[in-house]
């Protein structure tokens, strides 16, 4: 199932150039820009296996990208980490389908985790007064979700429901979506109001 992840972006390349193309309001013409209110998820179905693979900025679930430092942010971090911990209720699965997690993973800077670039850098970039922590405050943090299900009736699964994901984080306005499925490949952007998609 990993390697079909791993092959998506490279089987949605020319979607997602496509899709860049119609998308003039698009900050920078590529899917894995890191834009306020949008998130993506890619989405594969492959007999009883279900992929979910959610990115998204920090801004969008916890409603800011810097280190946790007071109580009130920690709590807040831990609070959406704990969201995140229980996809099957934040996608919406339907119980017909008898998904269960068979494994899931979290990673993001602000749970502690080592940012994705530059951590090497952040080492030894100060100048003594503060310089690095500075740098910090730039950063665009992001929060990555990667789960993996077993679904007893994967036939059950006609619909991806996203509405609660856009209920538990309503800074989310937008997540372009990259769907594979049994009716083959598509890329659709979901919105709140447009938050259920076929697979």
Do not use: W
């Amino acid at each position: 199932m990993r390697r079909l992840l791993l092959a998506l972006p490279f089987a949605l390349l020319p979607l997602a150039v496509a899709h860049a193309h119609e998308d003039h309001d698009h900050e920078h013409g590529s899917l894995g820009a890191h834009e306020h209110g949008v998130g993506r998820l890619n989405a594969v179905l492959d007999g009883q296996a279900l992929e979910l693979e959610l990115d998204s900025p920090a801004m969008n679930l916890v409603g800011f990208e810097h280190v946790a430092t007071s109580a009130a942010d920690k709590a807040k971090v831990a609070a959406v980490r704990k969201q995140l911990e229980n996809p099957s209720a934040l996608f919406n699965l339907p119980k017909a389908a008898g998904c269960v997690v068979s494994s899931q993973e979290l990673n993001s800077p602000l749970f502690g985790d080592k940012p994705e670039a530059e951590h090497d850098d952040d080492d030894h970039a100060t100048d003594g007064k503060g310089a690095a922590a500075h740098k910090h405050d730039h950063d665009h943090s992001e929060i990555h979700a990667h789960y993996q299900f077993t679904c007893a009736t994967p036939t059950a699964l006609g619909n991806l429901d996203l509405s609660q994901v856009f209920k538990t984080f309503p800074a989310t306005q937008k997540i372009q979506v990259q769907l594979i499925g049994p009716s083959g490949q598509q890329g659709v952007d979901a919105t709140a109001t447009a938050a259920t998609l076929k697979f």
